[in-house]
């Protein structure tokens, strides 16, 4: 089992800035792929941004130039560095991990509980 453990979730005002952090635990062997979606309420998920363990990075066009997205892999945490935060990023941000607890183990997909940004304009 892995555990994703999300923070820094909160409210902020328009043009603010806010920094999520999602801690992976349990049995990793490696991590792969991290990201960070979000779900709007009466809207799909949808992917913000993610990062390999290369540090390749994607972004959705709305966030670029605003969030950054980045990894810590000793510590199994990626992080998502959010400024000039408008009210459409109001949505529940949820963290996601693809890995492996073995060598020879298929790949795992986990998402973590969610964290809320509220962005007040």
């Known amino acids: 089992q892995v555990q994703l453990v999300e923070s820094g979730g909160g409210l902020v005002q328009a043009g603010g800035s806010l920094r999520l952090s999602c801690a992976a635990s349990g049995s990793i062997f490696s991590i792969d792929f991290m990201a960070w979606y979000r779900q709007a309420p009466g809207k799909q998920r949808e992917l913000v941004a993610a990062?390999?363990?290369?540090?390749?990075?994607n972004y959705a066009d709305s966030v670029k130039g605003r969030f950054t997205i980045s990894r810590d892999n000793a510590k199994n945490t990626v992080y998502l560095q959010m400024n000039s935060l408008k009210a459409e990023d109001t949505a529940v941000y949820y963290c996601?991990?693809?890995?492996?607890?073995?060598?020879?183990?298929?790949?795992?997909?986990?998402w973590g509980q969610g964290t809320q940004i509220t962005v007040s304009s």
């Open positions: 990062i390999t363990n290369a540090d390749s990075t």
């Open positions: 996601n991990a693809h890995g492996r607890s073995r060598s020879y183990s298929p790949v795992f997909n986990y």
